[in-house]
């Protein structure tokens, strides 16, 4: 019996149209999709990164006003100069309270600073986020200027919703065929079969990680079309709409603010509502502003800001819990792209889903290739640049991690990672594709045990250290042995004849 496609109607014609757009997107946007993808899948898991990264941070996990007080205190004391004061409370994926520290923008003679706090307040050692920035960075604006790099990732995420909707358009059987694989045939139908069966299995998840990648990173041109089409092209108009009331600037020098009330006035207001993050701004002045993120279990969003004046006077809310239906939508964005509303396995479920999306990338650019080659019009430096642009980044994450770990700053780290990439690009167009590909897997996987043998070289084993290091370490470990094994799976491919 012939399979009819679950969408019999659609013209042929139209379907060639899809099918055209598909290829013309994947190949127009191919690079950046798959850097925004991989980075993406590695960004998941920040928070994680920052505690392995610093594994000798105080872990607390419950925090009362008074301690808080204390903290605010200690901090002050060490920075009166202090701009702007961001303190992070102990959550389940992040038992930490963390301090940091901003100057004024004219300051020059002060930097941010970091620190930790212990279980009562008191300020240990400074933190260092060097690499858990950088990845982080990386996906969200590829490390260029704020604006543009948030426009370049956000017209990706463009191109990334538009592959997927035309690749399902020009498919009309891809749901019918949903399980159909057929491994060992053919190298291009393989790829074909795994391009559309991973593209088609985790649909859910890559629509809605486009869509609030693309909103995220457009964010700037929807702020700035709205204030010109509401507010005469006042953008701090727009933007008030998002970040709700504020005190009265005031900067007479003013004692520090009643955190331990403002606290305690909150949990009266939200008796089911944990606070997550204190921002102070300009805490020793009249004026100061004090805004306390509290999420609600069970609703999808950032978590409410409240906001309050020194004296712990309530001024209102940001709207992103109790606000307009577009204010809701707006804080859900960052949760949803990023998977951090489920705990850790939610998280590694958007980590293996995001590197899904990155393998779909991957073999849609191979299946172009592989069909050029059977038409007898072969892309040889293409195929090599393209192996390079894939297999080059655990090799070029691992080196960067190796040396933020080693001279703990982030000034070498961008350099290292484009350096990296660039000379496997070079080195790409003398080489085999066969011997670049499971090379470059070889170099990957030692990488990545480079990263742990680093690692626990600098922090042997002790009693004190994060547990989430052995988590991050058995992943690493985990992803060396995968790559191990995708490298001869690719040695023993290419002595196959079919292949």
Known sequence: MSRKPIWPKIPAAFVRAMLAGHSALGLAFAALIYIVCFSGAVAVFTTEFRRWENPTSPVVHDVTPDVIERTLTQTLAKAPWAHHVFITLPTDDAPLIRVMVQPDHEDKAHKDITWVADAQGNLKQETVDAWSNFQAFLHVRLHLPDAWGGFVVGLTGVALLSSLISGILSHPRVFKDAFSLRLGTN????????????????????????????FLGLTTIVVGVLALAVFKGDVNKAYALFTGPH???????????????????????????????IMIEHPG????????????????????????????????????EKGTTGQKIYSTLSPLHFGWFGGWPLKVIYGVLGMGLAAVTSSGIAIWLARRRDK????????????????????????TAICALITRSDNVLLPVWGGASLTILVLALFT????????????????????????AALWPPMANI???????????????IILLWSARASVLAARNPQS
């Open 187 to 214: 190298k291009r139908l393989q790829e074909a079969d795994l391009h559309n069966r991973i593209g088609v299995w985790g649909l859910p998840f890559h629509i809605i990680v486009s869509l609030t990648g693309a």
């Open 247 to 277: 005190p009265i600037d005031d900067p007479r020098p003013a004692p520090q603010p009643d955190i331990k009330n403002i606290l305690f006035d909150l949990k009266s207001r939200e008796p089911h509502a944990v606070p997550t993050y």
């Open 285 to 320: 002045e009249e004026g100061a502003a004090i805004a306390v993120s509290a999420e609600t279990r069970g609703k999808l969003s950032r978590g409410e800001m409240h906001v309050y004046d020194r004296k712990a006077k309530y001024l209102g809310n940001w709207g992103w």
């Open 376 to 399: 007898g019009r072969p892309a040889p430096t293409w195929e090599r640049l393209w192996t390079a642009t894939v297999w080059s980044q655990p090799l070029a994450y691992s080196l």
């Open 432 to 455: 085999p594709v066969r011997i670049l590909s499971a090379g470059l897997r070889v170099a990957g996987s030692l990488g990545l045990m480079a990263v742990v043998a680093t690692h």
């Open 466 to 480: 994060d547990p989430i290091v052995w988590y991050m370490h058995a992943v690493l470990i985990g992803l060396a």
